[in-house]
Nanobody, 116 residues
Framework: QVQLVESGGGLVQAGGSLRLSCAAS????????WGWYRQATGQERELVAT??????NYADSVKGRFTISRDSAKDTVYLQMNSLKAEDTAVFYC???????????WGQGTQVTVSS
């Protein structure tokens, strides 16, 4: 079994910053890709950013404001979020694709609320 535990969410004013963390543990074989997704109330879950070997990918709405990074030695991924906007309010979910397990895993989500 693989567990993903997110942390770092909270309430912040517009223009502020937050840093999300996601630590993976358990029967991890080979994390091919890490990702952050978000789901606002009444909306579909959407991609925020992904990171793999030699690449990062961002949704247009967060480019230039969010940065995804990882610490492979700690099996941890981060999402630095700057210049936050009210429309960034959502539950943020961590995701990994483990090629050894041949499937995705999801965290439980962490709430990010940006007040305007």
């Amino acid at each position: 079994q693989v567990q993903l535990v997110e942390s770092g969410g909270g309430l912040v004013q517009a223009g502020g910053s937050l840093r999300l963390s996601c630590a993976a543990s358990g029967r991890i074989f080979n994390i091919h890709q890490w990702g952050w997704y978000r789901q606002a109330t009444g909306q579909e879950r959407e991609l925020v950013a992904t990171i793999g070997s030699g690449y990062t990918n961002y949704a247009d709405s967060v480019k230039g404001r969010f940065t995804i990074s990882r610490d492979s030695a700690k099996d941890t991924v981060y999402l630095q979020m700057n210049s936050l906007k009210a429309e960034d309010t959502a539950v943020f979910y961590c995701n990994i694709y483990d090629s050894g397990n041949g499937r995705d895993f999801w965290g439980q989500g962490t709430q990010v609320t940006v007040s305007s």
